[in-house]
């Protein structure tokens, strides 16, 4: 079974100590999922880029954590409301609001 890993480099490109230790990954998607939940981590602590690779071979890369800061528009935080609700629940409506169905309201 292939094992995948990550490099790990700073801004001019020498490899460097990851600050969230990684582990040798079974897929790729483990290992993307792992990147995707630590970058911002990996990122303060120095790592500005990573490569996958699957044994010794370079899948692709780099790939720059920095960049991918700079797009990152984190998710609002849920209200009270949001937390608790079931799907397919009716959600309250605020006068004024709107229904938003058809340019109605």
Not at 23 to 36: K, N, V, Y
Not at 39 to 65: C, F, M, N, Q
Not at 86 to 98: F, K, L
Request: aromatic fraction near 6%.
């Amino acid at each position: 079974m292939a094992a995948w890993t990550w490099r790990f480099e700073n801004g001019d490109g020498a490899q460097t100590q990851p600050a969230v230790q990684p582990e040798e990954f079974t897929t790729q998607g483990d290992a993307e999922s792992w990147l995707g939940e630590q970058w911002r981590a990996l990122l303060a602590g120095g790592t500005d880029r990573v490569h996958l690779l699957e044994e010794d071979k370079i899948v692709y890369g780099p790939l720059s954590l920095s960049e991918a800061a700079a797009t990152d528009v984190s998710e609002p935080a849920l209200t009270a409301d949001e937390e608790t609700a079931v799907p397919g629940d009716p959600q309250p409506v605020e006068p004024g609001q709107g229904l938003g169905i058809g340019g109605l309201g």
